[in-house]
């Protein structure tokens, strides 16, 4: 006799909850524009009650900047390649894939809301301070292997190397190239070992 166990209709689960508006609003602010979706069609595509979005997020500004650091964890996954060369390489195409995607647009958006809200800035801070404690393993990494110093600023490393994205992202609009961003990376490393 098989026994199966399926989830009961009727409540999603909390975190089902969560994972469904996440997607339905990142799919609706690509396709229509942050300024012209509404909580309420969120959460019709979501299948949700607007109250269970409200629950989650005081507002739509908040639920866009979950939103993306949700989106830049799952689509910027952390490398383990066993060097630091190869680990900041991977990582750096990974985060030009993701700004060159619809993600760098929302990123783009976030920032300009959060520009004006203090409240939204310091959740925007948060969710950056997390990923920035999840990528700089990498680092500390490199230092436990011995191919950097001790007191290498893992923090300073990543900041310089995404600084370089975003500049070519958002302000300069220029392509950067596989070899530009190769060059940055082993040069930072070798500043960093000297």
Not at 121 to 147: C, K, P, Y
């Amino acid at each position: 006799m098989t026994v199966t166990t399926a989830r009961a209709s009727g409540r999603p689960r909390s975190g089902d909850v969560t994972e469904r508006v996440v997607r339905a609003a990142r799919e609706a602010f690509v396709a229509k524009g942050f300024a012209a979706v509404t909580m309420s069609e969120i959460a019709a595509s979501a299948g949700v009650g607007l109250d269970s979005i409200y629950r989650r997020w005081p507002s739509k500004p908040a639920l866009l900047v979950d939103l993306v650091a949700h989106a830049f964890t799952a689509d910027v996954s952390v490398p383990d390649t066993g060097t630091v060369v190869e680990d900041l390489r991977v990582l750096m195409h990974a985060l030009v894939r993701a700004v060159q995607s619809d993600l760098g647009g929302l990123l783009a958006l976030a920032v300009a809301e959060a520009a004006q809200d203090a409240d939204l800035a310091e959740r925007l801070a948060r969710a950056q301070d997390v990923r920035r404690q999840t990528t700089v393993v990498v680092v500390e990494r490199a230092v436990a292997r011995g191919e950097l110093p001790p007191g290498s600023d893992g923090r300073l490393l990543l900041d310089t190397l995404a600084g370089l994205v975003w500049q070519r992202a958002w302000l300069t609009r220029a392509p950067l190239t596989d070899a530009e961003l190769e060059a940055t990376v082993a040069a930072l490393v070798t500043g960093y070992r000297s």
